[in-house]
């Protein structure tokens, strides 16, 4: 089988509120931070199987993490350096614990973000707000403020699918639009194909967040490589919590056949227990990668990063 764990590589779906796990919590300890996390007591809530699990290690995770920028920026750097070694080169990052930090003090934090990821030699970040459909409407004013002031790379939209449809924010969106903002909508999780082509008419998105029932409607596929809409694949993810049954049903597979535009990336890394490198050997070990392969995966999501790339005019 082709080995993978060296090949470069490129992630685009990660959320910071996913990366704490116990081996992180107990260097961090060390450093001082959340002495009050109960290590023993954490072991309890993995390995996360489902969604109920997912839930209820994020409810444990909360009180450490939510608004705590300086924990999860020394998070972020353990992580960083993991990525290095897997010979990953570019990362971005969905922020969203502490956006409700006052202006000045959100911007700080911010650019200590980008500061402390700019002085890390061996991989770029980039940064992208990610927000609930329940939430948007509210914060889209402040989204904007950030990505104008250059703090954000783009956006994306999360959470749960079904609480809104995003023809409920036409209007937000098509400002996004006009002002280059690049977005990203996670679609097609929970829902079926009219989720995705909700998030196609109304939200203009650059990239896909997982889109598994892409190949439910025999016109979404074309429709997406004549677009060049990229995907972003979460294979452990998408098996634990949302409805692929095995990584043998991955639409990954159907994506390579069809020449589609996609990444594979870790979503929640510290809550499935995954990296990169284990989402490739997943995907390898069903359909081992051909030559060529995973340059082809690593330059498409290269050229569909945020990173620079929002106001394609200047
Ligand atoms: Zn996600």
Redesign the pocket.
């Known amino acids: 089988m082709f080995p993978t764990d060296q090949e470069p590589k490129a992630e685009l779906?990660c959320?910071l509120d996913g990366l704490l796990r116990p081996s992180y919590v107990r260097t961090i300890q060390a450093g001082g931070f959340c002495p009050d996390l109960n290590l023993k007591e954490l072991s309890n809530y993995y390995p996360v199987t489902d969604i109920d699990a997912w839930f209820r290690l994020g409810r444990f995770y909360e009180p450490f993490q939510q608004g705590n920028g300086d924990l999860l920026l020394e998070v972020l750097k353990l992580y960083l350096h993991d990525l290095i070694a897997q010979n990953v080169s570019y990362v971005e990052i969905?922020l969203s614990s502490f956006f409700d930090l006052e202006d000045e003090r959100l911007a700080l934090m911010l650019q200590r973000y980008r500061d402390t990821a700019d002085n890390i030699d061996g991989i770029e970040v980039g940064y992208l707000w990610a927000t609930g459909r329940s939430k948007f409407e509210q914060r889209a004013d402040r989204v904007r403020w950030l990505w104008r002031q250059g703090y954000i790379d783009g956006i994306a939209l999360?959470g749960d699918e079904s609480a809104r449809t995003i023809k409920d924010f036409r209007d937000i969106f098509q400002d996004f639009a006009q002002e280059n903002i690049p977005v990203e909508i996670?679609a097609g999780e929970w829902l079926g194909p009219d989720s995705i082509w909700d998030a196609l008419e109304y939200g203009h998105p650059r990239r896909l967040?997982h889109a598994l029932s892409l190949f439910d409607d025999p016109a979404l596929p074309p429709y997406l490589r004549d677009k060049d809409i990229h995907i972003e694949f979460c294979p452990t993810s998408n098996i634990k919590v949302a409805g692929v049954k095995k990584i043998d049903d991955h639409p990954v597979f159907k994506a390579f056949e069809q020449g589609l535009n996609f990444s594979i990336n870790t979503?929640d890394p510290g809550h499935f227990e995954c990296s990169m490198n284990s989402e490739f050997r997943l995907i390898n070990s069903v359909r081992p990668f051909a030559a060529g392969e995973t340059d082809l995966i690593f330059s498409n999501a290269l050229r569909s990063s945020f990173r620079d790339q929002g106001d394609e005019s200047s």
């Open positions: 779906h959320h969905m999360a996670h967040g979503d």
